[in-house]
């Protein structure tokens, strides 16, 4: 036998070899996806459980080869099975797995699609908004979210366009409530657009004594300033400085209406503080969004802020903010002057973070019920450019 009928024969050898083995590879993953096909609730939590094992971790090649090129049949199983029992499951947290295996497998191109393509997206959302399933599968199903956005501008705008995230914001707990602002604030930096939906939202969450909450939301209030509801979010911010009671809750404590009117003001007046604490930021941040805020009429409501006697936090805020704008403009502390009167005046400038623990009932008063409007002398003065 010459060298080269040699090595022709070994080359159909491994040919053939090879053709075997993908052979029984393929049959392999044939009888796999049958079973599952098959098999209960039981049967698929058992594959799943060993599809976690053996291939969290791998790349999107790696998993190809393990299922002999047709990974994306499984794929579509899980999230279709995801989709159909997410209500009532007993073990979403292996579905959820599972599809983190394949969302964050490297080189995950083909998979991102074939996801949204079944719905993938909507159905992590719908997770996160319902109430009976625990909060480590809803900060899963956020997780998922992330990977989704986090691979490009047109995944972040499929999820900014559903809408989903926006109405999990005000029937979750804090802690989904929470990675959802964040979730939110990295998806919106992409994308670069704003649902106007968000703002009531969004503001709503000024309200939660979580101080994490709060942060996040302030956070994405900030970012917010780059879109089209900017104009919205500081006359609504602004307006919360004069709180209402429509639309609070009253809770019974003890049968006690004086407890009763506490409690269900407390929500606003957190609220109230928090705003003024965002708006300070803002007003920081940009000199542009200073004067608007003054346009709008900030000052008169800051003052009015700094009269509720009936929450210490909210004055303080709403002090320290005021502050910024008296030492910025000039004709801030005029008007601001004439509405304090000397003394009151004197007080707040010596130490404007503790001035609610000197203030009296009369100076509240005054505060409340100032008629403080410089929108017209600031215009002529600073006119908009």
């Excluded at 109405?167 to 998806?187: A, F, G, I, N, Y």
């Excluded at 503001?203 to 919205?232: G, N």
């Excluded at 003001?265 to 000199?287: G, T, W």
């Excluded at 509405?339 to 973070?353: C, I, Q, Y």
Aim: charged share 20%; aromatic share 6%.
């Amino acid at each position: 036998m010459t060298l080269s009928t040699a090595l022709v024969n070994n080359y159909s050898d491994a040919l053939n070899m090879s053709s075997s083995r993908e052979k029984a590879a393929s049959s392999r993953v044939l009888n796999f996806l049958c079973e599952w096909d098959r098999g209960n609730k039981s049967t698929r939590a058992r594959m799943l459980e060993k599809f976690l094992q053996e291939n969290t971790g791998k790349t999107s090649p790696e998993l190809e080869l393990e299922f002999a090129q047709a990974a994306s049949l499984f794929l579509a199983r899980i999230t279709a099975w995801t989709r159909l029992t997410y209500m009532f499951s007993t073990c979403l947290h292996l579905q959820l797995g599972a599809l983190g295996v394949f969302l964050s497998a490297a080189s995950n191109r083909r998979y991102l699609l074939e996801f949204l393509e079944v719905g993938g997206v909507m159905t992590l959302l719908e997770i996160i908004s319902q109430k009976q399933i625990s909060e480590e599968e809803k900060a899963e199903a956020l997780r998922l979210l992330c990977i989704v956005s986090n691979a490009g501008r047109k995944y972040k705008e499929i999820i900014c366009e559903s809408y989903g995230l926006i109405s999990v914001l005000s029937r979750s707990s804090p802690t989904t409530t929470q990675l959802t602002l964040h979730t939110l604030h990295t998806v919106q930096a992409a994308v670069k657009t704003a649902h106007p939906a968000i703002v009531e939202p969004l503001l709503h969450l000024l309200r939660s004594f979580q101080l994490e909450v709060q942060y996040e939301a302030i956070e994405l209030i900030k970012y917010l300033q780059q879109t089209e509801v900017r104009d919205a979010l500081l006359n609504a911010l602004i307006a919360l400085l004069k709180p209402t009671n429509q639309g609070v809750p009253k809770h019974k404590i003890l049968q006690d209406p004086a407890m009763a009117k506490m409690s269900s003001s407390l929500p606003l007046f957190v609220q109230q503080a928090a705003a003024a604490k965002a708006l300070r930021m803002l007003a920081v941040e940009s000199r542009e969004t200073s004067k608007e805020l003054i346009r709008l009429g900030v000052v008169h409501h800051l003052l009015y802020a700094m009269g509720n006697q009936e929450h210490a936090d909210a004055q303080r805020q709403a002090s320290l903010t005021l502050q910024h704008f008296v030492h910025s403009y000039p004709v801030v502390k005029e008007h601001v002057f004439r509405a304090m009167g000397p003394a009151l005046f004197h007080s707040f400038m010596h130490n404007a973070e503790l001035l609610y623990m000197n203030m009296d009932e009369v100076q509240a008063d005054i505060l409340l019920n100032n008629k403080v409007d410089l929108s017209r002398e600031f215009e002529e003065q600073d006119p908009k450019s």
